[in-house]
């Protein structure tokens, strides 16, 4: 399987990831992201999946980024960014509305992406 394929693998499991946790702690989205616990490891999987798609650009796969949308790849980045560099401050509406709204197309696509 190629690197891009492999990355795309790594953002579907950090979506996973997610949901497993909200899932698995039985908690609304809005609580997760307020718990002092789970709101950290919903940020590092919302980075983790930003830093992949930048390895694909910085890669030049295009071809597998040309699958998304520009406003959910331009999120995602925006996010992660808000996340890295003001991380006290980041309002948590911005990462309700990326888990609620993004995550599920992103993932969408992105399993589209392995099916043979």
């Not at 997610?18 to 002092?36: G, H, P, Q």
């Not at 930003?50 to 597998?64: G, M, R, T």
């Not at 006290?88 to 399993?111: T, Y």
Request: proline letters at 3%.
């Amino acid at each position: 399987m190629s690197d891009s394929l492999l990355r795309i693998e790594s953002i579907i499991k950090s979506i996973e990831d997610i949901e497993y946790i909200l899932d698995d702690f039985d908690i609304k989205i809005t609580d997760a992201i307020e718990n002092r616990i789970i709101k950290p490891a919903i940020r590092m999987h919302l980075i983790k999946i930003a830093e992949q798609f930048s390895k694909l650009k910085d890669e030049n796969a295009f071809k597998i980024l040309e699958n998304f949308s520009d406003a959910d790849l331009r999120g995602i980045s925006a996010v992660r960014n808000y996340i890295a560099h003001d991380y006290d401050s980041v309002d948590d509406d911005i990462i309700e509305d990326a888990i609620r709204n993004d995550l599920p197309k992103i993932r969408e696509q992105a399993k589209k992406l392995l099916q043979p």
